[in-house]
Nanobody, 115 residues
């Protein structure tokens, strides 16, 4: 049974930091490109960051470059999103996605940036 379980979301003040985790099981994690998406109320889901299965090549949305860092630990079947200098516009539900031939999604974790 495939599972992607996100954690680490919450309420943080502007300028603060959060680290999201996505624990994967039920498929060969090392074969999959892993990414983080987010969806704010009334908006479409958008790509935040992605990391390749081999070589750890990363890609970021322009809006988060220099503030967010995606990484993966293949020994732990986990992908992370370190979010620094958070802004109110980063408020959204953040989803983990695994992609190769098939696509798998996590259930999402809420991130709220507010004073």
């Amino acid at each position: 049974q495939v599972q992607l379980v996100e954690s680490g979301g919450g309420l943080v003040q502007p300028g603060g930091s959060l680290r999201l985790s996505c624990a994967a099981s039920g498929f060969t994690f090392t074969n999959y490109v892993m990414s983080w998406y987010r969806q704010a109320p009334g908006r479409e889901r958008e790509l935040v960051a992605a990391i390749t299965s081999v070589g750890g090549i990363t890609n970021y949305a322009d809006s988060v470059k220099g503030r967010f860092t995606i990484s993966r630990d293949n020994a732990k079947n986990t992908v992370y999103l370190q979010m620094n200098s958070l802004k109110p516009e980063d408020t959204a539900v953040y989803y983990c996605k695994a992609m190769r031939v098939r696509i798998y999604w996590g259930q999402g974790t809420q991130v709220t940036v507010s004073s």
